[in-house]
């Protein structure tokens, strides 16, 4: 049933229309019947919903909006990770109306339900919101902007609240960045730094730290030291790594003034031993958590084990088991451990 779905979302021509209006109406009507129990099936058919937002048919984009927000409405807000690959894909879509209606969907999630799993995964996030700040269509633009502040306002640092919306500014108009380092430079940092609050601070500091001047490299490399200074635990700083430190390692080698220099040789110290902590912090995997349940269901009783022709929606016991994974890894990599979200993920509200 789900394959059908699937070709009926990604025929194109005038004659599709119909049965891309009838596809959206089923996924909407098993959403709305089946809530959270219909995500492993569904979830990978959000490309097809999103796609068809940009359909010329008034009918069909209403068919489209109205699935999209009964797929949204059932889902678990931490199934986000697994979405944020066809949201990328989609973000970057062709057709304005596919980019505009997924950047919503970002800001929708950032502001609502989705406000925890949204701040987790700002590392991703942040890079493609601050592409598309600079696409060429204005409606995307706009779009964009209002998505990366709605993410921004997730990071829930006190220490950098003032500052987010400078940060935002500061990635439309990079003239604005000595500025707003400036201001940073100047702050004292109480709250313990997590990631999603170096993640806000990316784009800022990456560009400042390309700025020509010294000043602004060695205020920038500040920064980075004073926040690192309170990351309490390793590996909320291992992504704040593949940008940062190769720019912080230039600054270190190549900024002519000594005492400018020796901060920027400070900043790397602290980024160094901080790398060296993270890397030994392991993450599970779906695999690995796929494994351990099958282990778990080998032990069950035969008249309570799942027998291999079962099927459901569209998939069976095993996608289902697929997706309990995906989003158990998850949690587990979020270092969440509370019991009723582990429920509510794997086994719905």
Known sequence: AV???EEALAVTGKSASHGKIGALLVIKSVCEEFGAAAQPFL???????LGASGDKGQKLKDAAGDALKALVAAMNPYALRLMLPTVY???RHDKTEVRVTTLNLVAELASGKGVDAVAHELYDIVPVLSELMWDSDDAVVEAATAAMTACTDTARNKDLKAFTPQMVNCILNPDTVPACIHELAATVFVQEIQSPAL?????LLARGLQEAETVIRRKSCTIIDNMAKMIEHPEEAVAFMPRILPLVTKAA??????????VAQR???TLKSIEGAALQNKQMNPEAVQSALLECIAQLPHDQAPKEGFDTVGGGWRTALRQASEMCSVLISNSNFEESEWEAAVLGP
Request: hydrophobic share 50%; glycine share 6%.
């Open 3 to 5: 394959a059908r779905l």
């Open 43 to 49: 979830l990978p058919l959000l490309g097809g919903v």
């Open 89 to 91: 894909e989609c973000a």
């Open 199 to 203: 993640a806000v601070t990316v784009p």
């Open 253 to 262: 080698q190549d900024i002519p003034d000594p005492e400018a220099r020796s």
């Open 267 to 269: 900043a790397l110290a």
